[in-house]
């Protein structure tokens, strides 16, 4: 049974490893153990019994507007809607909070958050500039093919 749980410190490692494969590819932006340890309380897990299968980040740039970062789902665990249960997760999170306006993410799987009802959306229509502060460490940078969508709080 999948349980979903805010992280911990003692979590840190085994996110990295789940992430590592992610993050050579340039799927995932690489995010040091001490950012994780310090953004800490923006991350839910998902954990079979004691096994991370799962997580993702609820970021918050300003009133307006929060991001989901890094999610990912074990590849063995693929299928089982793991993900939509996280990101699902992060929406009622956001919610909570009183985010006023969206929730965006930058992906380059966008039909699975279409599905969720994310809409796809223009890259330079995002205000907060803090977004674009985490492109300069991308393998990718300045070419960036990720896709942005939105998900409408209001």
């Given at each position: 049974m999948i349980e979903l749980v805010k992280a911990k410190l003692s979590d840190i490692s085994a996110m990295?490893?789940?992430?590592?494969?992610?993050?050579?590819?340039?799927?995932?932006?690489?995010?040091?153990?001490?950012?994780?340890a310090t953004n800490i309380r923006s991350y839910v897990l998902?954990?079979?019994?004691?096994?991370?299968?799962?997580?993702?980040?609820?970021?918050v740039h300003s009133k307006r507007l929060a991001e989901i970062r890094s999610l990912i789902?074990?590849?063995?665990?693929?299928g089982q809607k793991i993900g939509q249960?996280?990101?699902?997760?992060t929406l009622e999170e956001a919610?909570?909070?009183?985010v006023e306006e969206e929730v965006l993410v930058l992906t380059y799987l966008p039909a699975f958050?279409?599905?969720?009802?994310?809409?796809?959306?223009?890259?330079?229509?995002i205000h907060e500039h803090k977004i674009w502060a985490d492109c300069i460490k991308c393998i990718h940078f300045p070419v960036c093919n990720e896709i942005a969508l939105v998900y409408k709080l209001s």
């Open positions: 990295q490893v789940l992430v590592a494969s992610e993050v050579k590819e340039g799927v995932i932006l690489n995010r040091s153990e001490d950012e994780v998902a954990k079979e019994g004691e096994r991370l299968v799962g997580y993702a980040a609820l970021h789902v074990d590849e063995k665990y693929r249960k996280i990101v699902e997760f919610k909570a909070l009183s958050f279409e599905k969720l009802g994310f809409n796809e959306i223009n890259k330079e229509a």
